[in-house]
């Protein structure tokens, strides 16, 4: 295992793509715009403890922060490297935002901690066995009626989705076969096993679904 990384994700960026991560999901409309629609539609609440499990750079945190000062939000992410990037864009806004280096399978919180969990573009980097994992590990950590919001690639026979995925596999920013249970339908029923109820809501963006989770 690298000292960089925990357990064996594909890790988004491995050094040379993370510098300019944030920039080249501003362009592709998968950054800021992006996440100011999770933020709506997972509509955090003053005094909510939520949890960004992925949480890459910390845009979503960062956003949910500046709007919602009242709210406590922390990240879960596996790169390091990509923690001190979210470190430092939260430190650079005084924000006070933890990031913590886990995976979505294994996460170092008691059961029933969050009113709402977010994850946004990860669960297509996982392997089936993975998502399984995280999806029965998200609905662990979340309070008996808290909502879970996936943001992530849905069912398409999309050529240059696909083709994109593809580059992005060959290049070493996607993980091989992964975003195969994306691209062929399979998430919702992935999030049905692990007992959420799910609802689809709001209209895709960039080939992106977004699924309402809640523990019933
Ligand atoms: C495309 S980025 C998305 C980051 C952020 N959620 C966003 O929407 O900008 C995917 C992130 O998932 C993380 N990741 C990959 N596998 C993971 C796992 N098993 N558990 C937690 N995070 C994982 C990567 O390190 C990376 O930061």
New binding site residues.
Partial sequence: MSDQTI?Q????GVGIYMPVYDVA?DLIGLGRNF?AKVYRLLQPQRGEIVLD?????G??AILAKSVEPKLTIMG????TK?ISVANKKANRKKLDIKFIAS???DMPFPTNSFDAVN????FH??STT?KRA?LKEIWRVLKPGGRFLLSDFGKSKSFWLKTSIRFGELLGFESMNCAKDNLEGRIPDLISEAKFSVETVASRHRGVEFWLCTKS
């Fill in positions: 357990g994700p594909k890790i988004l999901a996440q499990v992925a949480s890459g750079t845009t979503f879960v992410e596996p790169d990509i995976t979505a399978q994850s946004s573009l990860a980097h996982m993975d995280a």
